[in-house]
């Protein structure tokens, strides 16, 4: 089989048969899969979607009554959900909020710490920069003087950390905005505990665990912010599934520690398999791998025409791939990255 080189780059003719479409819609972020099926109309379906750090092996919903799809949530579930979240992050209940997602936390937050300035380290999460633009807020890059800093701990997309007690500090005198997105499978990275004051970190609940439809994520801080994030999004902000699943979810600890040292082999299995496929990774959480090749953009169109999409970048040369789940996924990306189109 061919090995695809990070040194000498094969033309995208010569790897597709075809003419580059514009990727840029896929480097904004990932899940665009029905963009790439009116792109790729003849690539095999169903898709492999690795464009996003979401793990494939989902927690197991518990079933919900039909009952309970017939009434309102009640807000005291919303209570009792943030206080099992609350127990997770090692944090009062006081301090968490619940919200529909934690998008929709990082582009509420803008709006509520009156910050005309913010400090983002670049390549990072563009929500980030999206949500400051749209009140003006003044972006500078990290390490200017700036009312407010985000920081993506773990990063995405390289994985790089930040060490928490820094992050500590820096509070003291800004507001330090921590995305804790991907930290489920490195806990011990977490500043949640410590978040009061300037400190507010956000927390995700369907990348790790594979469950992003159910839109639920969290803003951790000074008890009277989580309040008045909670006043923000009103008595009803989370769906009756969405909060059965979490209460269960965060509840199962047991479940947490299998997952993490599943997603730590599945991760070195990756990094093998990129690597034999002339990729050189980079970086990266258990979630997902950042990988370096001199033709990344024509590596993101073989796989598209194979029905795998990864995640290209503005970046010259740089990949992300998400995990693969069943044996059956691992294959194919096998086949489709090591696939002679010599």
Same mark, same amino acid.
């Given at each position: ?70 009434r309102l ?5 919303v209570r ?153 999004l009103g008595?009803?902000?989370?769906? #009756?599934?969405? %909060?059965?699943?979490? @209460? +269960?979810?965060?509840?199962? *600890? ?6 993490? $040292?599943? &997603? ?31 033709? #990344?953009?024509? %590596?993101?169109?073989? @796989? +598209?025409?194979?029905?795998? *999409? ?6 010259? $040369?740089? &990949? ?23």
């Open positions: 089989m061919a090995r695809l080189s990070p040194t000498e780059p094969m033309s995208l003719e010569r790897r597709t048969g075809a003419s580059a479409p514009d990727l840029a819609v896929f480097r904004r972020h990932g899940g665009r899969i029905a963009t790439a099926e009116a792109l790729f109309p003849d690539a095999p379906r169903p898709w492999l979607d690795l464009s996003t750090g979401i793990n494939p092996h989902a927690y197991r919903v518990p079933k919900l009554p039909q009952l309970a799809l017939h949530p009640d807000p005291e579930a009792a959900l943030e206080a099992a979240a609350a127990k997770g992050f090692d944090v009062s209940p006081s301090h968490v909020a619940a919200t529909p997602g934690s998008e929709v936390a990082l582009r509420l937050l803008p709006r509520l710490l009156g910050a005309h300035s913010v400090a983002l380290t670049e390549p990072t999460y563009g929500g980030h920069r999206e949500a400051w633009r749209a009140i003006g807020a003044q972006i500078v890059l990290e390490g200017a003087d700036a009312e407010a800093r985000v920081v993506v701990n773990p990063n995405n997309p390289d994985g790089r950390i930040v060490d928490p007690q820094q992050l500590i500090d820096a509070a003291r005198t800004t507001w330090i905005i921590v995305d804790e997105a991907f930290v489920d499978c490195q806990p011990q990275t977490s500043v949640a505990r410590h978040a009061a004051g300037r400190l507010v970190v956000l927390r995700s609940f369907g990348k790790f665990f594979g469950l992003p439809g159910l839109r639920l994520g969290f803003v951790v801080a000074e008890p009277d912010l989580a309040a008045r994030v909670r006043d923000a008595d009803w902000p989370l769906a #009756a599934p969405t %909060i059965a699943a979490g @209460l +269960a979810a965060y509840a199962d *600890l047991a479940w947490c520690e299998r997952m993490r $040292r599943r &997603l730590q082999r599945d991760t070195r299995r990756l990094d093998a398999l990129l690597g034999k496929a002339g990729l050189t990774v980079v970086g990266g959480t258990e979630l997902f791998r950042l990988a370096v090749a001199a033709d #990344a953009d024509a %590596i993101f169109l073989q @796989l +598209a025409h194979e029905g795998i *999409l990864c995640r290209p970048f503005a970046a010259p $040369r740089l &990949l992300r791939f998400g995990l693969p789940g069943e044996a059956r996924d691992w294959t194919r990306l096998q086949n489709a990255l090591l696939r002679d189109h010599r």
